[in-house]
């Protein structure tokens, strides 16, 4: 499993499904959801494929009014959830069929072929494990994990400072928390909608990188502590 549906945790990740594209907030954008699902159940037969067709053009029909924050993001509606858990509804492992997505805008071979930043990372077990020990929805845990340059400024942070891997998930698993916490109440990349990656060089350290993004001056115990090591 990667960490788009993680073992643990009771949370997956629909950010590349363009959900957070929408202008919503966030309650509105779980009502949204359960509005999908609710209407997928009853209106979609796997039996009569058909139906997965009519059901996204319904969908987008519905969803058309909605503000986009990027005209260029395609936003899916078989994006839907299954519990806590959210992720796209006409899966083969549901559907029983390979090339089921073919009903969706962009196709089986893209939905499953495309790889985010995140999706296969080295460590994606120690961050599963790390994540499954917080009280995350979806919504925040998609935030998390689709915001691949927090992650990867938290790694060379540390990595800079000696400190490998291994050892920091060992160790420097409460200071891990107390910065993924960070991010959720400064709302920094809480609404992802591009993966591009960023092929700038940059002249700062990591450390300082990630005290600038997570806004760590204004949290003198969080930065001393991470200083000290």
């Known amino acids: 499993?990667?960490?788009?549906?993680?073992?643990?945790?009771?949370?997956?990740?629909?950010?590349?499904?363009?959900?957070?594209?929408?202008?919503?907030?966030?309650?509105?954008?779980?009502k949204l959801i359960?509005?999908?699902t609710e209407e997928f159940k009853k209106s979609v037969d796997f039996e009569k494929?058909?139906?997965?067709?009519?059901?996204?053009?319904?969908?987008?029909?519905?969803?058309?009014?909605?503000?986009?924050?990027?005209?260029?993001?395609?936003?899916?509606?078989?994006?839907g959830a299954f519990g806590k858990k959210i992720g796209c509804m006409i899966h083969p492992i549901f559907s029983g069929d390979p090339l089921s997505q073919n009903y969706s805008f962009y196709g089986s071979s893209i939905c499953q072929g495309y790889e985010c930043r995140n999706?296969?990372?080295?460590?994606?077990?120690?961050?599963?494990?790390?994540?499954?020990?917080?009280?995350?929805d979806s919504f925040t845990y998609s935030a998390i994990v689709s915001d691949y340059e927090t992650l990867d400024l938290i790694e060379e942070t540390f990595s800079q400072k000696g400190i490998s891997i291994e050892?920091?998930?060992?160790?420097?698993?409460?200071?891990?928390?107390?910065?993924?916490?960070?991010?959720?109440?400064?709302?920094?990349?809480?609404?992802?909608?591009?993966?591009?990656?960023?092929?700038?060089?940059?002249?700062?350290?990591?450390?300082?990188?990630?005290?600038?993004r997570l806004s760590l001056t204004s949290v003198p115990d969080l930065t001393n502590e991470i200083n000290s090591l």
């Open 49 to 79: 494929p058909w139906t997965m067709a009519e059901y996204r053009k319904v969908r987008e029909k519905k969803e058309v009014t909605i503000r986009r924050k990027d005209e260029l993001v395609y936003n899916c509606p078989f994006l």
């Open 34 to 36: 359960f509005e999908r």
């Open 1 to 30: 499993m990667s960490l788009c549906q993680p073992e643990k945790g009771n949370f997956s990740c629909g950010s590349c499904c363009g959900i957070f594209n929408l202008d919503l907030s966030s309650d509105e954008i779980r």
């Open 167 to 212: 050892e920091l998930f060992r160790s420097k698993k409460e200071l891990l928390k107390r910065l993924i916490q960070r991010k959720i109440d400064r709302n920094v990349a809480m609404m992802n909608t591009s993966f591009e990656i960023s092929m700038e060089e940059k002249k700062e350290s990591a450390q300082e990188r990630l005290v600038q």
């Open 119 to 136: 999706m296969e990372r080295k460590s994606s077990k120690l961050w599963e494990n790390l994540l499954s020990e917080m009280e995350l």
